[in-house]
C-alpha cells in the first residue's frame, strides 16, 4: 500500500535551516507530482511546494518563496524540502502528500524567536 514517511523536522532557532525528507513506497514515485503541505495549529493545511515526476518544474507559496527548495531523488523514492531562513511563523506540522489523499503522518518543525 502507499506510505509516506516524515522526517527531519525538530526545533531551530529563527535564521536557522532544515531539511525534511519523505520516503515513499508502495506505488511508482517517480510518475507522481508530489507536494509538501503545513498546518499550524488553529489554521488550514496550506500548500508550500509542488514538484513534477521529473523534478523539471516547481512551484512556491508566496510564504516560502525564495527561502525554501523542493527537491526528489526518484532513484531513492524520496522528497526533500530545504528550508532556509526559518521564521517563527514557519512553525507547523509539515505533511507530505501524493495525489488522490495520500499524506505521511507528518513532521513537527517548531522555529523560536
Known amino acids: 500500500q502507499v506510505q509516506l514517511v516524515e522526517s527531519g523536522g525538530g526545533l531551530v532557532q529563527s535564521g536557522g535551516s532544515l531539511r525534511l525528507s519523505c520516503v515513499a513506497s508502495?506505488?511508482?514515485?517517480?510518475?507522481?507530482?508530489m507536494r509538501w503541505y503545513r498546518q499550524a495549529p488553529g489554521k488550514e493545511r496550506e500548500l508550500v511546494a509542488t514538484i513534477t515526476p521529473g523534478g523539471g518544474s516547481t512551484t512556491y507559496s508566496d510564504s516560502v518563496k525564495d527561502r525554501f527548495t523542493i527537491s526528489r531523488d526518484n532513484a531513492k523514492n524520496t522528497l526533500y524540502l530545504q528550508m532556509n531562513m526559518l521564521k517563527p511563523e514557519d512553525t507547523a506540522v509539515y505533511y507530505c502528500?501524493?495525489?488522490?489523499?495520500?499524506w505521511g503522518q507528518g513532521t513537527q518543525v517548531t522555529v523560536s524567536s
Open positions: 508502495g506505488f511508482s514515485f517517480s510518475s507522481y507530482t
Open positions: 502528500n501524493r495525489p488522490y489523499g495520500y
